[in-house]
């Protein structure tokens, strides 16, 4: 939004006072704001922030032990204070706007095994999420469910989507404080061999981490262990007759994958989440994604009946995939080996995509042509999720980060969704000493270094008009891409929809000083651009814009 300094010539009116004659002229400079375009919200170009609720920011210390979950563990695998108030806290004070930000998507909040693990080096606790006890409960260490509907309730008062990270594959493992699930729920065996199909979905993904029978058809009861905790809580009556009324409602059988996704679904109903990021994908028959979407679309069209006023846009329920490995160059089919399947036929929007992190040392060019060609051919009407770090990819792009401005530029300019996971912004270290396997990309948000490191908030800073670039332009990750000169590199995205149009051009690899960036064919002699990154505005002649400054980008839309 541009701001102007109007002056303003203010005469007091003394009606019927001779004194106004001798009143001196008053003068005031207020800053008006020009109306800005409504830009609207598109999740094939959306800023998606992943972060683990435990690993992210403290608002409520009062909740860091729970169950007596006080055992030693290994390097960043117990529980460390992060919860759902201190994201929530976050989006009020503007982090996530500040940063172009406009959906989150942080770990699984339902209640965790009781217990820890042994594993490796020490013992792990499930403070990642991933481990669940209860789907209908949220874990205490996180919060509990008012404090959730709170921070949807923020989010969407700042025009950000929240996902919901789910999990139908396992239960949490094994432990003292947490019986097996019986075996009509899930199987303890054969562990994943990842080699065909059936010996990726049929299986355990790891010793000891339950496997929930998804493929079943076969009414279930419900466990005695989960019957008697919510006789505890006092509420098993009340879980009973919502599950009845489901059931009766559906017509599905009482088969596992049913009762969870009546209690996934809860969440969309109960408080309007917007879409969902599907844990572990692959690994379950791809028919269950199809009944959790149906059950998704229809908790979330009965939600804005029930809340007309609270409705942010018209997009339909958004489900995001992981299914692990999935590239962007296999179009829509995942190859099993034995069998290809094409989850986006089975309710996902989109699939996170594995790939970017090995093109992103590539020319710029090569890496967008290619992403606006795929998502223009074989993915036209679906989209990827971009990303470069995540929580259990331990080849990350850039371990070290020695990188961080080409990471922004390649993350964030890339054709496509982007997922911005917790520190890229900031140089989280990836690297801690006695770590072990993943827990080593699991470190806390390093706040004190954004707050005091200024090589930090350079970066940041980076980060920050870069993302409110890109979540003011849809045309950068959902538009089309067409370079428009060489050296200096300089390239155009465009996206239509309806009446819809969004025109930007962005210069990269820029030589510091004066520089001619070549706009001919795409923005006429005499247009006026802005450019967001210098603050800088210029006018189109010859063909070409010219900045004076030491960026090495630009960021060219026009001026309203």
Known sequence: MKKLLVVLSLFPLFIGCKKAEKKQQETQVVEVETPKKEVPFVWEGASIYFLLTDRFNNGNPNNDVNFERTEETGVLRGFEGGD??????????????????????FTPVVEQIHGATNEGTGKTYGY??????????????FGTRKDLEKLVKTAH?????ILLDVVLNHTGPVTEKDPVWPDNWVRTGPKCEFTTYENTTACTLVENLPDILTESNEAVELP??????????????????????????????RA????????????INDLGVDGFRVDTVKHVNENAWTDLHKEAEYAFETWKKKHQDKILDDNPFYMVGEVYNYGISGGREFDFGDKKVDFFDY?????????????????????????SRLLNTKLKGKSVLNYLTSHDDGAPYDKERTKPF??????????GASQVYYGDETSRNLIVEGTEG????RSFMNWEDLDSIPEIQKIHNHWQKLGQFRANHPAIGAGKHKRLAKSPYVFSRTYVNGEYRDKVVVGLDLPKGKKALWVKGFFGDGTKLYDTYSETEVTVANGKVILDNDFDIALLELVE
């Open 84 to 105: 759902i108030q201190g994201i929530t806290q976050k989006i009020e004070e503007g982090y996530f706007t500040n940063l172009g930000i406009n959906a989150i998507w």
């Open 406 to 415: 080409r990471a922004a530029n390649v993350l964030l300019l890339t054709p």
């Open 347 to 371: 309710g996902f929007t989109s699939l996170i995509n594995f790939e970017l992190k090995n093109d992103a040392d590539k020319s710029y060019e090569t890496i967008f042509k290619k992403y």
């Open 438 to 441: 993943d827990a080593t990309l």
């Open 256 to 267: 596992p994958r049913y009762y969870i996704i009546k209690w996934l679904t809860d969440y």
């Open 128 to 141: 990642h999420g991933y481990w669940a006890k209860d789907w209908t409960s949220i874990d205490p260490n």
């Open 224 to 253: 005695d262990a989960l019957l008697a905790k919510w006789k505890d809580e006092g509420r098993l009556s009340k879980e009973l007759d919502e599950l009845q009324l489901f059931f009766e409602r559906t017509g599905y059988p």
């Open 157 to 161: 008062s700042k025009g950000i989507r």
